[in-house]
Structures are given as structure tokens and as C-alpha cells.
């Protein structure tokens, strides 16, 4: 357990922390997602509910980038 609080403290400098960050920062962005969609009509076409979903995940990589891989990557 020390190893993964270890590799968690910002700013993150290991694959294992980032890989962390990754998976609970994209567990999140799934649970939005799933969340907009559940309230999303029906009458919408395939295309427009996929944009949706596409736009949220590269809005969850940016913000994890810009907070966890950068400023790791900075020092």
C-alpha cells in the first residue's frame, strides 16, 4: 500500500502512478458519460451520441494530462 500512496503524491514521476491517475481519471469520465447518456433522448441519431461520448473522453485526457502527466513531466 506505501508503494501506491508513494507513486500517487504529486507531482507524479512513475508509469505507475500516471497508469493510476489514468484508469481512475478515465473510471470517471466512463461514469459521466454513461450518466449524460442514460439522459440523452432516444430520438438522437448514433453519430450525434457518439460525439458526445468521444468529446467527453478527450476532455478527461486533456484535464488528466494538464493535471497529473505535465507537471511530472516539468520537473
Do not use: H
Not at 504529486?10 to 481519471?25: C, H, K, Q, R, S
Not at 457518439?50 to 505535465?70: D, K, N, P, Y
Amino acid at each position: 500500500m506505501d508503494l501506491i500512496q508513494q507513486s500517487m503524491a504529486t507531482p507524479v514521476d512513475n508509469f505507475l502512478g500516471m497508469l493510476i491517475y489514468a484508469v481512475i481519471y478515465m473510471f470517471i469520465a466512463g461514469l459521466i458519460v454513461g450518466l449524460a447518456l442514460k439522459f440523452i433522448p432516444n430520438r438522437l441519431p448514433y453519430a450525434v451520441k457518439s460525439l458526445i461520448v468521444f468529446i467527453a473522453i478527450i476532455i478527461s485526457l486533456i484535464v488528466w494530462w494538464q493535471t497529473i502527466a505535465e507537471p511530472g513531466l516539468m520537473t
